[in-house]
């Protein structure tokens, strides 16, 4: 005699529905105060085979919250998906706040490419980014900030730019929207003020974005020099 299976109870779904994903998803954990006391305890310690949830009950880092600085580990590049620590771990060891800055690099790349001045620009500029490169609501994107300032405020960044080319006058738009842009503004009879500029940008296949940005430098450039002259 066939037995039938029994009916699924109502209210509950036989499967979890998928969650939406806009992007990349960024970290953010609760209790930010204690990256930095993480930071400085990960310097002092030897190079573990594993970094795991017991080495963070170890170090005294107990409750639930802790555990997902364990995340922001990963997304930094001081640790693998899998927990061993990477090269930027021992670099950690010799100049944590340097290599701190070239994870958060790596890790922010989108942002960092369409903000160069990431760790210094203005929170709702950041959240905008947030909001829209990451599913969270409201309350995880201001969280996301938070970890991404405090991650920032523990770290030094390498402000070295690209040397310009050697052409006066030269603009290149490159498929990964970044802009080179060198000038020479002629001050007086006898000095010629040369200006390099660089810029990096969304990507775009829209000309006039491009245009509109020169056409505002060279207006600010104008008025620099009517203001000298």
Same mark, same amino acid.
């Given at each position: 005699?066939?037995?039938?299976? !029994?009916?699924?109870?109502?209210?509950?779904?036989?499967?979890?529905?998928?969650? $939406?994903?806009? /992007?990349?998803?960024?970290?953010?954990?609760?209790?930010?105060?204690?990256?930095?006391?993480?930071?400085?305890?990960?310097?002092?310690?030897? $190079? !573990?085979?594993?970094?795991?949830?017991?080495?963070?009950?170890?170090?005294?880092?107990? +409750?639930?919250?802790?555990?997902?600085?364990? /995340?922001?580990? %990963?997304?930094?590049?001081?640790?693998?998906?899998?927990?061993?620590?990477?090269?930027?771990?021992?670099?950690?060891?010799?100049?944590?706040? $340097?290599?701190?800055?070239?994870?958060?690099?790596?890790?922010?790349?989108?942002?960092?490419?369409?903000?160069?001045?990431?760790?210094?620009?203005?929170?709702?500029?950041?959240?905008?980014?947030?909001?829209?490169?990451?599913? &969270?609501?409201?309350?995880?994107?201001?969280?996301?900030?938070?970890?991404?300032?405090?991650?920032? %405020?523990?770290?030094?960044?390498?402000?070295?730019?690209?040397?310009?080319?050697?052409? !006066?006058?030269?603009?290149?738009? /490159?498929?990964? &929207?970044?802009?080179?842009?060198?000038?020479?503004?002629?001050? /007086?009879?006898?000095?010629?003020?040369?200006?390099?500029?660089?810029?990096?940008?969304?990507?775009?296949?829209?000309? +006039?974005?491009?245009?509109?940005?020169?056409? +505002?430098? %060279?207006?600010?450039?104008?008025?620099?020099?009517?203001?000298?002259?």
């Amino acid at each position: 005699m066939a037995v039938a299976s !029994p009916a699924p109870k109502q209210g509950r779904s036989l499967t979890a529905p998928a969650r $939406k994903q806009r /992007g990349k998803e960024y970290p953010y954990i609760h209790g930010t105060a204690k990256l930095g006391d993480l930071i400085n305890r990960l310097r002092n310690m030897g $190079k !573990p085979d594993k970094f795991t949830v017991q080495t963070l009950e170890l170090l005294g880092f107990r +409750s639930r919250n802790d555990r997902t600085m364990l /995340g922001v580990l %990963k997304f930094i590049g001081l640790i693998s998906d899998t927990g061993e620590p990477t090269e930027l771990w021992m670099e950690l060891r010799s100049d944590a706040r $340097k290599a701190l800055g070239k994870g958060i690099n790596a890790g922010y790349k989108a942002l960092f490419e369409l903000y160069s001045d990431a760790p210094t620009r203005n929170r709702k500029d950041i959240e905008n980014f947030f909001r829209t490169n990451t599913s &969270g609501g409201e309350r995880v994107i201001a969280q996301t900030v938070v970890t991404f300032t405090t991650l920032c %405020k523990l770290a030094d960044f390498d402000t070295t730019t690209t040397p310009m080319a050697d052409d !006066p006058v030269h603009a290149t738009v /490159g498929t990964t &929207g970044e802009v080179a842009r060198a000038g020479a503004v002629m001050v /007086g009879p006898a000095l010629t003020l040369n200006i390099n500029i660089q810029l990096s940008l969304p990507e775009s296949s829209d000309e +006039s974005v491009y245009d509109r940005i020169f056409s +505002s430098m %060279k207006r600010h450039l104008i008025q620099a020099y009517d203001r000298h002259n």
